[in-house]
């Protein structure tokens, strides 16, 4: 099976201020605020929410397909992608821009201060999405270009093509007539605890009514795991333990991978869940999105600790 992956492509530059941003705030000039912090260096990692679960797919034995936009600067990042085989076709290149990028600087109290430039992010993929073989694709629409997170939906409806919406930080971006339209018909609504409400509160939906519109709807909760709702029912999938918490913030993406790979193996989606908390470990042991290791050996030997014979 084919998978396809919508959802931006980006740089995570991070940095690091040796000391407390309050030091250097003047509570009462906060109304002409104009600070510089010399920081300790840069460190680039390859990331956005597309990227992130690619990688993750490409350790679990898939070549996934990114359907994204990307800048003139991309050429270390396409390199990385095709060294682990993914495919980039669907990618399209916009030359004026740059490919979008997150700059974080973190103090010593660890608050942080993020400019993130969307860039390339602001232009559709324009991927012909007619190629797709409709007998032999599973879609994922991730956060990305606002376009292709409502045209993708769509095209995936009207071909009876399954496809799981992942709506995440975009929420806010879509009005509740928006959400409502692109979740509808969706394998599969993944979310977070805060997302869902968020969601709700936009659309005026019910989780029922919610349910009543997709497959399945995922709910993610971090350390507690995730939930699998469908109609009437309710499962719980327990977290994998982590010998180490060094970085939550790609466990998402790799949960998703995870998912997206018991999909294609036709587990069912609470079989799926499971190898999505198994990725998810994997990723939170791990600084970085793209930074953790496995072979599929030790992969199944770690579900299989959680959850039994992985069959």
């Not at 040796?18 to 260096?41: A, E, M, T």
């Not at 936009?202 to 795991?225: F, H, M, N, P, Q």
Request: glycine share 10%; proline share 5%; hydrophobic share 40%.
């Amino acid at each position: 099976m084919q998978i396809y992956i919508s959802g931006s492509l980006a740089f995570d530059r991070i940095m690091t201020f040796p000391d407390k941003f309050s030091n250097h705030i003047l509570p009462d000039k906060i109304h002409i605020l104009n600070v510089c912090f010399l920081v300790d260096g840069l460190d680039e990692k390859f990331g956005g929410t597309g990227g992130n679960i690619a990688y993750s797919l490409s350790l679990l034995g898939e070549k996934p397909v990114l359907l994204s936009q990307v800048g003139k600067d991309f050429s270390l990042y396409d390199a990385w992608l095709q060294e682990h085989g993914i495919g980039v076709a669907g990618i399209r290149t916009v030359e004026q821009e740059f490919t979008a990028g997150a700059y974080i600087t973190t103090d010593q109290s660890d608050n942080q201060i993020t400019g993130f430039n969307p860039g390339a992010m602001k232009y559709p993929c324009q991927f012909d999405m007619t190629i797709i073989d409709p007998d032999d694709a599973l879609g994922i629409i991730s956060p990305g270009n606002l376009g292709d997170m409502m045209d993708h939906p769509r095209y995936y409806r009207a071909n009876s093509i399954p496809f799981i919406f992942d709506p995440g930080q975009q929420i806010p971006a879509f009005t509740g007539a928006q959400l409502a339209e692109a979740l509808g018909g969706a394998e599969i609504l993944i979310t977070n605890d805060y997302e869902l409400e968020m969601i709700m509160k936009s659309t005026g939906l019910t989780k029922g009514e919610i349910v009543d519109r997709v497959a399945y709807l995922i709910t993610t909760l971090g350390e507690k795991g995730s939930v699998v709702n469908s109609k009437g029912e309710e499962t719980p999938v327990a977290a994998v333990p982590v010998s180490v918490v060094a970085d939550p913030t790609g466990a998402g993406d790799a949960f998703r991978a995870g998912l997206l790979k018991g999909l294609a193996m036709e587990k069912t989606v609470v079989e799926a869940a499971r190898l999505g908390s198994v990725c998810a470990a994997y990723a939170v042991e791990c600084k970085g999105t793209q930074e953790h290791r496995f072979t599929l050996e030790e992969f199944t030997k770690r579900y299989e600790a959680s959850f039994g014979p992985l069959e």
